[in-house]
C-alpha cells in the first residue's frame, strides 16, 4: 500500500454518495463484523430451530430487562433538562422520518440467513457482537471490524465506564484475529478496523493502549497492532480536553460526559492525538496501520477540526495518515442517511478500493457490482437532515 503521510483531500458535496459497509453489498469479498465478530453458517434442523428460537427469545426477555434498567439508571444521571428533552424529541422526529429505511433494514436485519446476531465474546453482558457472512466463503475472506458510536452511552454507560469499553474493544479485537478463520476469515494479512464518533475515539484508544503494550519489552499480548491493515476513523473526536465543553452546550453535560471519562484527570488519558505523541510509542510507531480519518465539513456533534488535528498529530509521530474532508456532510450522513439515499458512495467505494487492493479480481467484479438501491424517499432524508438532532 502506498505511502499516506501528510495526505489532505476536502471532497465537494457532488463526490459524496451514499452506501452502508455490508458484506453482500459490492462482491461479497469480504466479512463484516458489527460491534466485533464471530459466527457459523449452515441450515438447521427442525429441532435445533426450535431450541434457537426459544434460547432467541429468553436472550430479548433478558436483554430488554437489562436495557430497562440500564435507561432508569441513565436517567438518573441525564437528570432533566429543556437541552436533554429537545434533543430527544428531535431524534424521536428524525428517526420516524428515517423509519422505511430502518423496518427494511432491520427485516434483512432479522431474516437473513447471512447475519448472526448478539453473539458473545467476553464474560460481561455488554460483550455481544454481530457478524455479517459474504454469500461465499470459498476462500478467505477480508475481516472489517467496526465498532458503533452512540455518544459512549448506548451499548455502555452506566455499565462501564472509557476504560472498559476501550477493554471491551481490545478483547473484541483479539477474538476476532484468534478466531475469525474458523468463519472463513483471513486473520493474517486482511484484518481492517473502523470506527464511527465515539466509536472512532474508542477503537483509536484500543489501537494506541495496544501500541503502548508492545513497546514493553516481556509484555505478553493477544493480538498486535502490526495485525491491522489499515484503520478507519469516521467523525471521531480524538483531544477531550478540546471537546468537554463543546459536548455540554450540545446536551451532554459536563457532569455526565467526566463520569463516563472516569474524571478530568483521565481525559489526556483517553486522548489518541495527545497519546499519539509519547515518547514510549516512538519504536512502535513503524508498526501502526495506515489511518484513514474521514470528517464532514458540516458536523456539528464533533467538528471536523477534530480529525485534522488528529492526522497532523499522526504525521508528526510519523504515521501514515490521510484525512478526507466531505464538503457539507454532518455527523450522521456518512453512516445513515447517505446508505439510506443509495447510489454511489464515496466513503464505500474508498474502504473496499483499500479492502480489494491486493486482489484484481474483487475489484473487477467492484466495477459492475448493481447499484445500490434506495431505501428512504429524498423529500424525507432532507426533511430528516434539517429537524437532525446531530
Not at 474458523?182 to 466509536?199: E, F, I, T
Request: proline share 5%; with cysteine.
Amino acid at each position: 500500500m502506498a505511502a499516506l503521510t501528510n495526505r489532505r483531500r476536502t471532497l465537494p458535496p457532488d463526490d459524496v454518495g451514499s452506501q452502508a459497509i455490508t458484506a453482500d453489498s459490492v462482491s461479497a469479498n469480504y466479512l463484516t463484523t458489527h460491534h466485533l465478530a464471530n459466527g457459523k453458517t449452515g441450515l438447521r434442523p427442525p429441532l435445533a430451530r426450535q431450541e434457537s428460537l426459544r434460547r432467541n427469545i429468553e436472550h430479548v426477555a433478558a436483554e430488554t430487562y437489562l436495557i430497562t434498567r440500564l435507561a432508569f439508571t441513565l436517567l438518573r444521571y441525564l437528570g432533566i433538562g429543556y437541552l436533554w428533552i429537545s434533543q430527544l424529541l428531535a431524534l424521536g422526529c428524525y428517526a420516524v422520518l428515517l423509519m422505511p429505511g430502518f423496518l427494511q433494514v432491520a427485516y434483512e436485519y432479522f431474516s437473513s440467513t447471512k447475519v448472526r446476531r448478539s453473539l458473545v465474546y467476553g464474560d460481561q453482558p455488554r460483550n455481544r457482537f454481530d457478524l455479517y457472512l459474504p454469500a461465499d466463503i470459498g476462500e478467505p475472506k477480508p475481516v472489517l471490524i467496526f465498532v458503533t458510536g452512540g455518544a459512549w452511552i448506548i451499548g455502555n454507560f452506566p455499565q462501564g465506564t472509557i476504560s472498559d469499553m476501550v477493554n471491551d474493544t481490545s478483547q473484541g479485537i483479539s477474538f476476532i484475529i484468534n478466531n475469525i478463520a474458523n468463519y472463513g476469515g483471513d486473520p493474517n494479512s486482511r484484518v481492517y478496523l473502523m470506527g464511527q464518533s465515539a466509536g472512532a475515539h474508542i477503537s483509536s484508544c484500543a489501537l494506541l493502549e495496544q501500541a503502548a503494550r508492545e513497546s514493553e519489552k516481556g509484555e505478553n499480548v493477544s493480538w498486535s497492532i502490526s495485525q491491522i491493515k489499515a484503520y478507519f476513523g469516521l467523525s471521531g473526536g480524538y483531544n477531550l480536553l478540546d471537546l468537554v465543553d463543546h459536548f455540554h452546550k450540545r446536551g451532554l453535560y459536563r457532569r455526565i460526559f467526566l463520569s463516563i471519562m472516569e474524571g478530568e484527570e483521565s481525559l489526556k488519558v483517553f486522548s489518541p492525538e495527545i497519546k499519539i505523541q509519547e515518547p514510549c510509542l516512538k519504536s512502535v510507531i513503524p508498526h501502526f496501520p495506515p489511518v484513514y480519518l474521514v470528517h464532514g465539513t458540516a458536523d456539528y456533534s464533533i467538528p471536523s477540526v477534530a480529525s485534522e488535528r488528529f492526522a497532523d498529530a499522526l504525521q508528526k509521530a510519523g504515521a501514515r495518515a490521510e484525512l478526507i474532508l466531505c464538503e457539507g456532510k454532518t455527523h450522521t450522513d456518512l453512516f445513515l442517511q447517505d446508505p439510506l439515499r443509495g447510489g454511489n458512495d464515496y466513503l464505500f467505494d474508498h474502504a473496499v478500493a483499500i479492502i480489494h487492493s491486493n486482489d484484481s479480481d474483487a475489484l473487477t467484479k467492484d466495477v459492475f457490482a448493481p447499484r445500490r438501491k434506495r431505501f428512504v424517499p429524498e423529500i424525507l432524508l432532507k426533511l430528516a437532515s434539517k429537524i437532525s438532532p446531530f
